[in-house]
């Protein structure tokens, strides 16, 4: 699956029912539990990465990816957006403050 895939996915999910979605219910809980879960899941990452298994690492990196698109998607965000930046960033005129 893509990051656009993903991205859909999600979206797509916007108006199911909570209690059948755990996206649906990250979706239309408070704006705070959404980014609680991309909090969690760093420091998941963090800690996956100081220790030797690689299956662990993915795992982790999944999660946080998972729960970055669901916080993208809340927030009307999209991954072309985030590929632009990331062109911005590649350019050696990059200025993080812009």
Same mark, same amino acid.
């Given at each position: /699956?893509?990051?656009?895939? $993903?991205? @859909?996915?999600? &979206? +797509? !999910?916007?108006?199911? =029912? ?9 979706? &239309?809980? @408070?704006?705070? !539990? #959404?980014? &609680?879960?991309?909090?969690?899941? #760093?420091?998941?990452?963090?800690? =996956? #990465?100081?220790n030797?298994? !690689?299956? $662990?690492l993915? #795992?982790?990196?999944?999660? $946080? ?6 916080? /993208?998607? @809340? ?6 957006e ?5 062109? @911005? ?7 993080? +403050? +812009?």
């Amino acid at each position: /699956m893509t990051y656009f895939e $993903l991205y @859909k996915l999600i &979206q +797509s !999910r916007y108006g199911a =029912a909570p209690s059948n979605s755990y996206v649906s219910s990250l979706l &239309q809980s @408070k704006p705070d !539990r #959404a980014i &609680q879960k991309v909090g969690e899941e #760093a420091v998941e990452v963090v800690i =996956a #990465a100081k220790n030797t298994s !690689r299956k $662990l690492l993915i #795992a982790e990196i999944t999660d $946080l990816i998972f729960h970055l698109t669901v916080v /993208m998607v @809340k927030k009307n965000l999209t991954w072309e957006e985030i590929e632009t930046e990331l062109d @911005k960033r590649s350019q050696n005129s990059y200025d993080p +403050s +812009s």
